[in-house]
T-cell receptor
């Protein structure tokens, strides 16, 4: 089991460009979560997805940010028209299907994508 | 609204000391609590998961306890080593959500 795979590991974009971050969950996991870690800050929840569904996007900025988890392929976090303030580490986590939100459900994280906007 | 706080924010100790890292949360209605380790520029490694019905979990030199009623968890690191130097994060999953709420982290440095 390869674990949660994120790519690219590092991404540099100029202001106004689009950034696409990819996350492949662990085998057998159908839940994906995206978190953002700003410099010198903690991890903040952005969005929770299941296959083809957005379950909770309460942490997503209202504009320019979108996420998807298609039936086939990785989950994508897309940031349009990036600004300097988008520079951060973006982490993806996955977990197996919840059995009524079991208390033993453990989340596993990828290595993150470090986005730098110049 | 769930808030998770960790103290101390930073800790620097000589090798061999036993350490206690603290985590507190404001809403006791949680499914579980996880402790993670994050190395500089790297991702998160899960260390221990404590279910809401459990009081503690152990893995090697690590022991984590959970007191739901008081909203507190502690991570105990025995016989610390320089390789333990990292940021330690605690996170909880609140009832009726599936998202982890993270604490602010404790940055640990163990020097030889």
């Amino acid at each position: 089991n390869a674990g949660v795979m994120q790519n690219p590991r590092h991404l540099v974009r100029r202001r106004g460009q689009e950034a696409r971050l990819r996350c492949s969950p662990m085998k057998g996991h159908s839940h994906v979560y995206w978190y953002r870690q700003l410099p010198e800050e903690g991890l903040k929840f952005m969005v929770y997805l299941q296959k083809e569904n957005i379950i909770d996007e309460s942490g997503m900025p209202k504009e320019r940010f979108s996420a998807e988890f298609p039936k086939e392929g990785p989950s994508i976090l897309r940031i349009q028209q990036v600004v300097r303030g988008d520079s951060a580490a973006y982490f993806c986590a996955s977990s197996p299907p919840s059995r009524g939100r079991s208390s033993d459900t453990e989340a596993f994280f990828g290595q993150g994508t470090r986005l730098t906007v110049v | 609204k769930q808030e998770v706080t960790q103290i101390p924010a930073a800790l620097s100790v000589p090798e061999g000391e036993n350490l206690v890292l603290n985590c507190s949360f404001t809403d006791s209605a949680i499914y579980n609590l996880q402790w993670f380790r994050q190395d500089p520029g790297k991702g998160l490694t899960s260390l221990l998961l404590i279910q809401s019905s459990q009081r503690e979990q152990t893995s090697g030199r690590l022991n984590a306890s959970l007191d739901k009623s008081s909203g507190r968890s502690t991570l105990y690191i025995a016989a610390s080593q320089p390789g333990d130097s990292a940021t330690y994060l605690c996170a909880v999953i609140v009832y009726n959500t599936d998202k982890l709420i993270f604490g602010t982290g404790t940055r640990l440095q163990v020097f030889p």
